[in-house]
């Protein structure tokens, strides 16, 4: 048996809610208690750190609703010895045109125009045939026992739900009907200590357990999914979802200092990071105290200029007019840094809206986790496949609406992914998994 230490992170943003569940021989990290301890079942049941994070990954999906779902789209960063990449992002639809979109995008941030092809599921699915150890099905079984049971709502999933319900609620089309009555039940959102629960996910969790994820896009779910696209003028089809397949990547890296700090490649927006930390490289911020103005003045501002390039040049990958390497390249870098003065860039905006995003790592003696998983705009489209637990997220709310831009639905580049602004991280410091205390 695992003896386990409870340690509470007091730090930003919800120190009622954000927690780390620490051990000797493991650790765990998430949004939501109840999901942490998913991942250390696994850990008493002999898993390992990839176990965990899968299982926390489903329980969110029930557990914090309001930030992810089965609909959702994941990647992961995974350390064994190297660090690899993994990007589970979905494509927009065949059918979706880049003129339907721009009209429904003038109007709505929900909808059928704003789903593009549902990643998690076949991002929990291959994490665990590459580094799992329990059976797939048991990873489920703890997001499983919440949506069948029912379990309380924390107080942070409470308040967003309560904030959603302006922006849901009065959608009237019937493909957001089944939406309201899972989650708007008596058209209201729950409140902190309720106890809320949802059969259907329930069911939809065991098929996808069962199947090993295969329902979802081959299958009975992938079906339902397809049919009411369909009957709501829908743009999502079986042959998209039976069509999507998880990437491998080759993660992009900077040094900084003494580390060496990884994040995912377009189309993710993690390659900000990266480049904030190029420009900052070239300021001693270390003679600086912690909260001093000017510190925080050269980090807002790289962060600015490192905004304004992903806003500029971030797509999929097969269709960036820039890639990556031009963007971390050190001429970019210095020409960049001298932006960078005494005054803030006043022109330089990220214009990022509002989303919801839940983050999760797991570790122990062998691997580390880093994983992402989101419906990107708090619940996500709106839309819920009715007789399934299926909220399907608007990652497509991510393509420009430039006609011009490179990031757009695939009616004039095929196979569109959006940017993603996920970014999972991992660093190393002097060579090794850098060890930090809560």
């Given at each position: 048996?695992?003896?386990?230490?409870?340690?509470?992170?007091?730090?930003?943003?919800?120190?009622?809610?954000?927690?780390?569940?620490?051990?000797?021989?493991?650790?765990?990290?998430?949004?939501?208690?109840?999901?942490?301890?998913?991942?250390?079942?696994?850990?008493?049941?002999?898993?390992?750190?990839?176990?965990?994070?899968?299982?926390?990954?489903?329980?969110?999906?029930?557990?914090?609703?309001?930030?992810?779902?089965?609909?959702?789209?994941?990647?992961?960063?995974?350390?064994?010895?190297?660090?690899?990449?993994?990007?589970?992002?979905?494509?927009?639809?065949?059918?979706?045109?880049?003129?339907?979109?721009?009209?429904?995008?003038?109007?709505?941030?929900?909808?059928?125009?704003?789903?593009?092809?549902?990643?998690?599921?076949?991002?929990?699915?291959?994490?665990?045939?590459?580094?799992?150890?329990?059976?797939?099905?048991?990873l489920f079984a703890p997001a499983i026992r919440h949506a069948r049971e029912g379990f309380p709502v924390s107080p942070v999933t409470a308040l967003a739900w309560q904030k959603?319900?302006?922006?849901?609620?009065?959608?009237?089309?019937?493909?957001?009907?089944?939406?309201?009555?899972?989650?708007?039940?008596?058209?209201?959102?729950?409140?902190?200590?309720?106890?809320?629960?949802?059969?259907?996910?329930?069911?939809?969790?065991?098929?996808?357990?069962?199947?090993?994820?295969?329902?979802?896009?081959?299958?009975?779910?992938?079906?339902?999914?397809?049919?009411?696209?369909?009957?709501?003028?829908?743009?999502?089809?079986?042959?998209?979802?039976?069509?999507?397949?998880?990437?491998?990547?080759?993660?992009?890296?900077?040094?900084?200092?003494?580390?060496?700090?990884?994040?995912?490649?377009?189309?993710?927006?993690?390659?900000?990071?990266?480049?904030?930390?190029?420009?900052?490289?070239?300021?001693?911020?270390?003679?600086?105290?912690?909260?001093?103005?000017?510190?925080?003045?050269?980090?807002?501002?790289?962060?600015?200029?490192?905004?304004?390039?992903?806003?500029?040049?971030?797509?999929?990958?097969?269709?960036?007019?820039?890639?990556?390497?031009?963007?971390?390249?050190?001429?970019?870098?210095?020409?960049?840094?001298?932006?960078?003065?005494?005054?803030?860039?006043?022109?330089?905006?990220?214009?990022?809206?509002?989303?919801?995003?839940?983050?999760?790592?797991?570790?122990?003696?062998?691997?580390?986790?880093?994983?992402?998983?989101?419906?990107?705009?708090?619940?996500?489209?709106?839309?819920?496949?009715?007789?399934?637990?299926?909220?399907?997220?608007?990652?497509?709310?991510?393509?420009?609406?430039?006609?011009?831009?490179?990031?757009?639905?695939?009616?004039?580049?095929?196979?569109?992914?959006?940017?993603?602004?996920?970014?999972?991280?991992?660093?190393?410091?002097?060579?090794?998994?850098?060890?930090?205390?809560?």
């Amino acid at each position: 048996m695992i003896e386990f230490n409870h340690n509470y992170l007091n730090d930003y943003p919800y120190p009622s809610q954000r927690r780390v569940m620490l051990g000797k021989q493991c650790a765990v990290a998430t949004s939501q208690p109840l999901a942490s301890l998913a991942g250390m079942e696994m850990f008493s049941a002999g898993g390992n750190a990839v176990d965990a994070a899968v299982a926390m990954a489903i329980a969110l999906t029930v557990v914090e609703p309001t930030s992810n779902g089965i609909g959702g789209d994941a990647c992961a960063l995974v350390w064994d010895g190297q660090v690899h990449g993994l990007n589970g992002s979905g494509k927009s639809p065949q059918a979706l045109t880049s003129d339907e979109f721009q009209a429904h995008a003038a109007k709505s941030r929900f909808g059928w125009p704003t789903v593009t092809v549902p990643g998690a599921v076949s991002t929990w699915r291959t994490l665990w045939e590459q580094w799992g150890k329990l059976p797939f099905e048991q990873l489920f079984a703890p997001a499983i026992r919440h949506a069948r049971e029912g379990f309380p709502v924390s107080p942070v999933t409470a308040l967003a739900w309560q904030k959603a319900a302006s922006r849901l609620l009065h959608l009237d089309a019937p493909e957001y009907q089944a939406f309201q009555e899972i989650f708007f039940l008596h058209q209201r959102a729950p409140k902190t200590g309720e106890i809320w629960g949802s059969p259907l996910h329930a069911d939809t969790l065991s098929a996808i357990a069962q199947t090993g994820g295969e329902s979802f896009y081959h299958g009975e779910l992938a079906a339902k999914i397809a049919n009411f696209a369909s009957d709501t003028s829908g743009y999502l089809t079986e042959a998209d979802l039976k069509d999507h397949q998880v990437q491998w990547v080759k993660p992009l890296s900077t040094p900084y200092r003494n580390l060496r700090v990884w994040e995912l490649p377009p189309n993710f927006q993690g390659i900000a990071a990266l480049i904030a930390l190029n420009l900052l490289e070239g300021f001693d911020l270390s003679s600086l105290s912690h909260n001093s103005e000017q510190r925080y003045h050269w980090q807002v501002e790289a962060m600015k200029l490192a905004f304004a390039d992903i806003n500029g040049y971030l797509a999929d990958p097969n269709w960036m007019s820039l890639d990556s390497e031009a963007l971390l390249s050190k001429k970019n870098t210095q020409q960049r840094r001298q932006l960078i003065g005494e005054q803030a860039l006043r022109d330089i905006q990220p214009s990022f809206a509002d989303q919801g995003t839940v983050y999760l790592t797991a570790a122990d003696g062998d691997l580390m986790v880093s994983l992402i998983q989101s419906n990107y705009e708090g619940f996500g489209s709106g839309i819920l496949v009715p007789e399934t637990g299926i909220a399907l997220h608007n990652r497509g709310s991510c393509f420009n609406r430039q006609p011009e831009h490179r990031n757009i639905p695939m009616h004039l580049h095929p196979e569109n992914a959006p940017s993603i602004r996920l970014c999972p991280v991992f660093s190393r410091k002097m060579g090794n998994p850098w060890e930090f205390s809560a």
